[in-house]
């Protein structure tokens, strides 16, 4: 009993760690396959980074679109980046973390776009915003936001 | 009002130009959504009230800018730029800005 309250910090950083790790990563495969299916489903929906639409555009009307996505970490990412932080490297917790945020932002933008009936989302431009900060109490996580212009067949 | 990303409406020629418009907020959350929040941060996933949090934020911005917009007599706002800052811990900054145009 006295030695478990005496590890208690370390029992308790066991404890999440391996929480983390578990539930992360069941989370992470679940919200992947979530993204591959919506990605077919989506497929028919073009997006460009182009500032114009294609010459060979007739009448359309333009709707600004966006869509945006915050993706927590969890505790095994945040272990394992602060370690990456400190000898360097690439951090592949946190890439999958941005990959996935991304995508989701990307999708909820296309869904938009279904709605208003459009084909085609053009200027589309991402920006990141990193929730939380330095301290280590604060919450963390990743906001995505994709934007751009949904272009729609006029009387159509 | 037309709002758009874009420099240029396809078809539709700018007959003045307004001048820049913006909106900003700032938001602060809630303790009880930075709780749940802090649950979340060990499991992973997707911190939903913050998503809609910012997501409030930035339409309330975009009206502001709309606001704006209409006080100069424009119809449209072209090249829309959305931004965002940390202010201090735990509040953010949700700025929208364009260019408020007359379009014909």
Known sequence: MDLILQNFDLLLFAVLFITGYVAGRWNERRHYASIRKREDEFAGILVFTNRFPPPSTTRVATVLVSGSAVISEDFFKGVVAGLYSFFGGRIRSYESLLDRARREAVLRMKEQARAQGAGMIINVKFQTFAIGGRRASSVKGVEMLAYGTALSPVGA | ?104
Do not use: C, W
């Open chain 2, 1 to 104: 009002m037309l709002l758009s990303n874009l420099e240029l409406v396809p078809g539709r020629r700018v007959v003045k130009h307004l001048g820049l418009v913006q909106g900003s907020t700032v938001r602060a959350k809630h303790v009880g959504k930075d709780l749940f929040a802090g649950l979340k941060n060990i499991i992973g996933g997707e911190l939903k009230a913050y998503t809609e949090l910012l997501k409030e934020s930035r339409e309330e911005a975009v009206e502001r800018m709309v606001k704006q917009a209409e006080s100069a007599g424009a119809n449209a706002v072209l090249n829309i730029r959305f931004a965002t800052s940390s202010i201090t811990q735990g509040a953010a900054e949700i700025l929208a800005y364009g260019t408020a145009v007359t379009l014909e």
